[in-house]
């Protein structure tokens, strides 16, 4: 029995180079973390919610959630805009936050009547509740990095969101002044 040798197996073509270019597109395009929560889903069981075919509590404590993320993102979309040398906060940005906020809750609601229709229990309104609770909170997270209070939080929460961050420096601080 011989060992194994990955540079080895790719030289000889028992493993294609072009595996580790989709590794790393599955890395990069977070299709290993989506894998990884199915697999935690399955390991853990689904909440018994989900093979519901009637509202729950479950379902209000859904939308409360997504609510607060969108009070936590006001907040500290709020205090970036004040502190902001460009953006001035007016009435007109607050009304279309709640607009679209109102939305986001409609179609949310909205997928309830959808798992009705379709018969699949509560798998639509989850799908489309946690993606904007998702949404939302990568938001709040891209606020609180660029009000400098990331010191306050587990660096790892910052890695995944670095993008979302440098968009509000730019959106709020083109120029890269400070933001303080």
Request: proline letters at 3%.
């Amino acid at each position: 029995m011989g060992y194994f040798n990955l540079k080895t197996e790719v030289e000889h073509g028992v493993i294609p180079d072009n595996v580790f270019n989709l590794i790393d597109k599955m890395l990069q395009s977070h299709s290993f973390t989506a894998g990884l929560v199915i697999a935690v889903l399955q390991a853990v069981q689904i909440p018994h919610w989900l093979y519901s075919d009637h509202v729950t509590i479950d379902h209000g404590v859904m939308l409360l959630i997504l609510l607060f993320t969108f009070v936590l993102d006001w907040i500290t979309g709020s205090m970036l805009s004040r502190r902001s040398p460009t953006q001035k906060l007016t009435s007109h940005a607050g009304i279309k936050a709640v607009e679209r906020d109102f939305i986001i809750v409609s179609m949310c609601a909205f997928s309830i009547f959808l798992d009705f229709v379709f018969e699949t229990k509560s798998f639509i309104f989850a799908f489309f509740t946690a993606a904007f609770i998702w949404q939302n909170f990568y938001s709040f997270l891209g606020n609180v990095a660029a009000l400098g209070w990331d010191k306050y939080f587990p660096t790892w929460l910052f890695k995944m969101i670095h993008d979302e961050m440098l968009a509000k420096l730019e959106k709020y601080f083109p120029n890269g002044k400070d933001k303080k």
